[in-house]
């Protein structure tokens, strides 16, 4: 258990669906990302939340879209997602740039 | 561009084997090394290294990074089954100021243990 958790664990969406990933820590950390792990890539960051703001956005497509209500909550809404968008989604965060630290993911299947 | 490369890809040992494993970077604003082991899904911490040639242990765990050389090498000892895992190295780069940074990682390295 690393304090970070993410819901759901699994997901099949269609291509028309609408979907969000929730991330949610208990550490007390003022950063959260996203980060993607698909087959035989390195995990890529896609975005960063300091502070509940947005300060990065890796080049991500808009039909992911990334909310931050408070410091301790992340989430990711996804749409009208392809086939290649299928990987694990992975949420981190952590303390004034120390070591992050990841959630069990959310493995994302798009049929 | 940010890189970070791992090698070997993957490694297969028996028990009681000792592993090195290889990072080497090319970053801008470099701030520190990290190592994460990689079982199922959640990446686990464990080792961050700031300053060249200081070994951090953890057990049978060690790693060291040269800034120098621009790498980094975490070792295992008498490896066992559950060392099995992705090994994955990091490298955390300057982003807004102190309060956080951006980490870029390698490929990993898939270490298979047998018993």
């Known amino acids: 258990e690393t304090g970070v958790t993410q819901t759901p664990r699994h997901l099949v969406m269609g291509m028309t669906n609408k979907k969000s990933l929730k991330c949610e820590q208990h550490?007390?950390?003022?950063?959260m990302y996203w980060y993607k792990q698909s087959a035989k890539k390195p995990l890529e960051l896609m975005f960063v939340y300091n502070f509940k703001e947005q300060t990065e956005n890796n080049s991500v497509p808009s039909r992911f879209s990334p909310e931050c209500p408070n410091s301790s909550h992340l989430f990711l809404h996804l749409h009208t997602l392809q086939p290649e968008d299928s990987a694990l989604y992975l949420c981190a965060s952590s303390h004034w740039g120390l070591e992050a630290f990841f959630g069990q993911g959310t493995r994302l299947t798009v049929v | 561009e940010d890189k970070v490369v791992q090698s070997p890809l993957s490694l297969v040992v028996h028990e009681g084997d000792t592993v090195t494993l290889n990072c080497s970077y090319e970053?801008?604003?470099?701030?520190?090394l990290l190592w994460y082991k990689q079982e199922k899904k959640a990446p686990t911490f464990l080792f961050m290294l700031?300053?060249?040639?200081i070994e951090k242990k953890s057990g049978r765990l060690s790693s060291i990074l040269d800034k120098k050389e621009l790498s980094s090498i975490l070792n295992i000892t008498a490896t066992q089954t559950g060392d099995s895992a992705i090994y994955l190295c990091?490298?955390?780069?300057?982003?807004?100021?102190?309060?956080?940074?951006?980490?870029?990682f390698g490929q990993g390295t898939i270490l298979t243990v047998h018993p």
């Open positions: 700031t300053s060249s040639g």
């Open positions: 970053v801008t604003n470099f701030r520190s």
């Open positions: 550490l007390g950390h003022n950063a």
């Open positions: 990091a490298v955390l780069v300057n982003a807004g100021g102190t309060s956080y940074g951006k980490l870029t």
